[in-house]
């Protein structure tokens, strides 16, 4: 067979043409942190996702004592189902450990407590702007206004991970612009091991915090 590229095409220009159609590194990514990475953080990432379908953000979790490989809890499961999760992404969870690499990847950490969010940010410091819990996120980012989330973005141009960071700087400003929250209002309580009761607290915690945060990001992108 001939090495000659058909149609008179060099080498070279076929090297280039492919280089074009090559996604650029843009796409945003979204870390989600609790303990076991069983209940918490891999509901706030398939609710996330489901919320965020077609938009360059890939949203994935962690955890600081994570169970590894193994899946969401039933209730965990069947309480995502019921507020939007795609079924197969909610039954193909493993859970995984909260690695230096993975924080350090991230554009934005998401922790379900005060706890986890001291945890990533120990691990990689440089992310402490970029580290919230993600009821803090949302209670600070609900001062703000979609034209106030637009104009901060706009004003950083057209790349989806520099638009993301300027949106997240104006809400980590926030912290010292709005009146403080009592320190358990920032966090998303634990139904590890408890009832259903207390499942279904902590996703009454957590939804309205997700769905925030994907204002923030419709609003941005």
């Known amino acids: 067979m001939s090495d000659t590229p058909p149609h008179g095409i060099t080498r070279r220009e076929l090297r280039e043409r492919a280089q074009e159609f090559k996604p650029a590194n843009d796409q945003i990514r979204i870390l989600m942190v609790c303990t076991g990475n069983v209940c918490r953080s891999p509901l706030a990432e398939v609710l996330l996702r489901s919320r965020v379908t077609g938009a360059p953000i890939r949203v994935h979790s962690a955890g600081t004592r994570a169970l590894i490989d193994k899946p969401m809890t039933p209730d965990a499961q069947e309480l995502a189902i019921a507020h939007g999760a ?78 993301l960071a300027a949106v997240t700087a104006l809400i980590s400003r926030q912290r010292g612009a709005t009146a403080p929250a009592a320190p358990e209002d920032d966090d998303v309580i634990d139904p590890y091991r408890r009832s259903r009761e207390t499942y279904e607290t902590s996703a009454a915690q957590l939804v309205p915090a997700v769905d925030e945060v994907a204002r923030v990001l419709h609003a941005a992108l």
């Open 86 to 163: 795609d079924t197969q992404e909610a039954g193909a969870h493993h859970a995984r450990w909260l690695r230096e690499p993975i924080a350090e990847d991230a554009d934005l950490i998401l922790a379900m407590s005060r706890e986890h969010r001291s945890a990533a940010v120990e691990l990689v410091p440089r992310m402490l702007r970029q580290t919230l819990t993600i009821r803090e996120f949302a209670r600070l980012s609900g001062a703000l206004t979609d034209d106030d989330l637009r104009s901060t973005a706009d004003a950083a141009g057209s790349s989806p991970r520099a638009r």
